[in-house]
Structures are given as structure tokens and as C-alpha cells.
């Protein structure tokens, strides 16, 4: 009996022993969504296919994806609805082919790369009635200069501040 327990305390401070009566709860329709339009077509792609073949991948839009949507419903009223369509991607640093060897397949980071972010967004309130509506090219020109810590190891750091500076503003002046 006291290994039954000691399992079910396991699991429950694991999430895993959740009660189906909360776990009913929990599938409220999601207040933000991220779309990609073409993203084989996106900035980002293009170059690191140029230029580093054999680490061309699109494995950091599911990462971004995933952080628009929960840093945008962290600023949504009850009800809204955010779509997002990002039309293009140029992530802070780029190639340096000139390099040569294996440097030539390494991001360099500097000033004169600055990650750019375009995107469509709708807001909508709880009636699917439109609030705002927009295009919005996120840019940050000093991202080297600005509040992130040079430490961090987040290879996205400088495309979520972008997102960060843009819902930082809230609904009404997105």
C-alpha cells in the first residue's frame, strides 16, 4: 500500500494524476495563433541554404511559434484573439562565406545584422469582430546595445525581444 501511495504522490506532483475533471477544463480554445507564410521563401531560409547547406533547417519557427503564442496571450483581455501571419524572417548574425573552411557555416553576430521580423496580425474580441488590424516590420537596429544578457545561450534571444518590444505595447497599440 505505501508503494501505491508514494507512486500516486509521484505522479501528482509529476501532473501526471490529474483529475479528468480539471483536465476537461484545460481545453479552452487557444487565444493566439501563428501561421508561417512560406516560410521556404523567408530571408532566413534562403541564406542559410546559400550559404550553410548542411545546417539549413526551419526547426527554430516551431520554437518561435510557440513563444509568440504564449507571450501574446499573456497580454490578450479575456476573449481576444490574436492571428499571426509572419511573412518573412532574418535572424540576427549571418555567414561569412569569405571565412572559409568550417567558419563558413557559422552565424556571426554582429551590428550590421540586426534580425528583422515581418508580420500580419488581426485582434479580435470575444465576437470575432475585428479591434486592429495590421502589418508590422520588427526591427531592431542596436540589439547588440539592448537589455539582453550577452550570457544567454537562447539562440532566439534577439528574435523574442523583437516580439517582446511589439506585444510589450498591449492590445490597443499593437
Known amino acids: 500500500m505505501k508503494v501505491r501511495t508514494a507512486l500516486f504522490t509521484l505522479l501528482a506532483a509529476s501532473g501526471l494524476a490529474t483529475p479528468p475533471l480539471v483536465l476537461?477544463?484545460?481545453?479552452?480554445?487557444?487565444?493566439?495563433?501563428?501561421s508561417y507564410d512560406h516560410p521556404e521563401h523567408f530571408t532566413e531560409t534562403r541564406e542559410e541554404k546559400a550559404l550553410a547547406p548542411t545546417r539549413a533547417s526551419n526547426d527554430y519557427l516551431t520554437t518561435l511559434k510557440a513563444y509568440i503564442e504564449k507571450r501574446g496571450a499573456k497580454m490578450l483581455q479575456p476573449g481576444q484573439q490574436l492571428d499571426v501571419?509572419?511573412?518573412?524572417?532574418d535572424r540576427a548574425g549571418s555567414f561569412e562565406p569569405w571565412r572559409g573552411g568550417a567558419l563558413r557555416e557559422v552565424r556571426i553576430i554582429k551590428d550590421i545584422?540586426?534580425?528583422?521580423?515581418?508580420?500580419?496580425?488581426?485582434?479580435?474580441d470575444a465576437d470575432g469582430k475585428v479591434i486592429r488590424e495590421g502589418t508590422r516590420k520588427l526591427r531592431d537596429p542596436g540589439f547588440l546595445t539592448s537589455n539582453t544578457a550577452p550570457t544567454s545561450d537562447d539562440?532566439?534571444?534577439?528574435?523574442?525581444?523583437?516580439?517582446?518590444r511589439w506585444l510589450r505595447k498591449g492590445p490597443d497599440q499593437l
Open 24 to 34: 476537461a477544463g484545460a481545453a479552452a480554445p487557444q487565444s493566439v495563433t501563428v
Open 85 to 89: 501571419v509572419v511573412t518573412d524572417i
Open 113 to 124: 545584422y540586426p534580425p528583422r521580423i515581418d508580420l500580419h496580425f488581426k485582434l479580435l
Open 155 to 164: 539562440n532566439l534571444r534577439y528574435e523574442k525581444q523583437l516580439i517582446d
